[in-house]
């Protein structure tokens, strides 16, 4: 299980990288400012998520003792 949590949580975290150049790229080329307010909007959660998937994975696991 805490596998699986470990493999989760990496992806939620590329996606998270993936959302931030997303949104640094439509800031640097003068996007709409409500695109870049989704975008970090939707970083924000992922981030979140890939935290509590963390955690979860070190309390399934006994938190690295």
């Excluded at 996606?15 to 790229?25: E, T």
């Excluded at 870049?36 to 070190?58: E, F, W």
């Amino acid at each position: 299980m805490s596998g699986f949590t470990s493999i989760l949580a990496l992806i939620v975290m590329g996606l998270v990288v993936l959302v931030l150049a997303r949104g640094l790229f439509n800031m640097m080329r003068g996007g709409s400012g409500n695109t870049s307010n989704k975008l970090m909007r939707l970083r924000v959660l992922l981030q979140a998520i890939a935290v509590g998937l963390i955690m979860l994975t070190l309390w399934l696991t006994g938190g690295g003792r």
